[in-house]
């Protein structure tokens, strides 16, 4: 069992910067970060791929977030830029064995962190 410990969330204004870090127990294949906003559906942000580093990014976040991953400490960061008030949503770590986008296949999740972006 890995235990998935989000942190970094807060309240920011449009145009800024948040950076969210998920502490992992163990290790595994691959790490995401997902969101849920309000009466939505819980949708992908970003994953990379623990043995190659290699990442992939929604359309709506590409070229404003980068993640990063440090093997050695079990942890994923999500660094969000140019923060847009349709960002606001509950953020999601999510671990497991394989390479995807999709939320079902993720065996472990956080307890997710509140990211809010005023306009």
């Known amino acids: 069992q890995v235990q998935l410990v989000e942190s970094g969330g807060g309240l920011v204004q449009a145009g800024g910067s948040l950076r969210l870090s998920c502490a992992a127990s163990g290790r595994t294949f691959s790490m995401a970060w997902f969101r849920q906003a309000p009466g939505k559906e819980r949708e992908f942000v970003s994953t990379i791929r623990g043995s190659t580093g290699i990442t992939s990014y929604s359309d709506s976040v590409k070229g404003r977030f980068t993640i990063s991953r440090d093997n050695a400490k079990n942890t994923v960061y999500l660094q969000m830029n140019s923060l847009k008030s349709e960002d606001t949503a509950v953020y999601y770590c999510?671990?497991?064995?394989?390479?995807?986008?999709?939320?079902?296949?993720?065996?472990?999740w956080g307890q997710g962190t509140q990211v809010t972006v005023s306009s």
């Open positions: 999510a671990a497991g064995w394989k390479d995807t986008v999709v939320a079902g296949q993720y065996i472990y």
